[in-house]
């Protein structure tokens, strides 16, 4: 019902940047919130950061100062801008949204996707 598409990861030295972009599709009739969550091998998934659909935003405390979350309400689009990235923040980014749909206007869903590499590597 609702697709995710990822876009923006890759190898980027410390100290550089990065923008990840994750665009949403299908039968979406409200969002209330999209955001980034983070995978590092052999790591629990912790979250990066979100915005609402108010416009607040919320990040990890690793992330604090260095990242920043944006939204294009009208492309149904998140945006995480990466600075001063780290051989830490090497992971799989995670987008998703909370939304509800055409089908279903009530209940609110979580929908993911498939994820996109980043590489902070010298």
């Known amino acids: 019902q609702v697709q995710l598409v990822e876009s923006g990861g890759g190898l980027v030295q410390p100290g550089g940047s990065l923008r990840l972009s994750c665009a949403a599709s299908?039968?979406?009739?409200?969002?209330?919130?999209m955001g980034w969550y983070r995978q590092a091998p052999g790591k629990e998934r912790e979250l990066v950061a979100v915005?609402?659909?108010?416009?607040?935003?919320n990040y990890g405390d690793s992330v604090k100062g260095r990242f920043t979350v944006s939204r294009d309400v009208t492309k149904n689009t998140v945006y995480l801008q990466m600075n001063r990235l780290n051989t830490e923040d090497t992971a799989v980014y995670y987008c998703?949204?909370?939304?509800?749909?055409?089908?279903?206007?009530?209940?609110?869903?979580?929908?993911w996707g498939k994820g996109t590499l980043v590489t902070v590597s010298s």
């Open positions: 299908g039968s979406i009739f409200s969002i209330y919130a």
């Open positions: 998703y949204v909370i939304v509800t749909t055409v089908q279903e206007r009530i209940r609110s869903a979580t929908y």
């Open positions: 915005i609402t659909s108010g416009g607040t935003t």
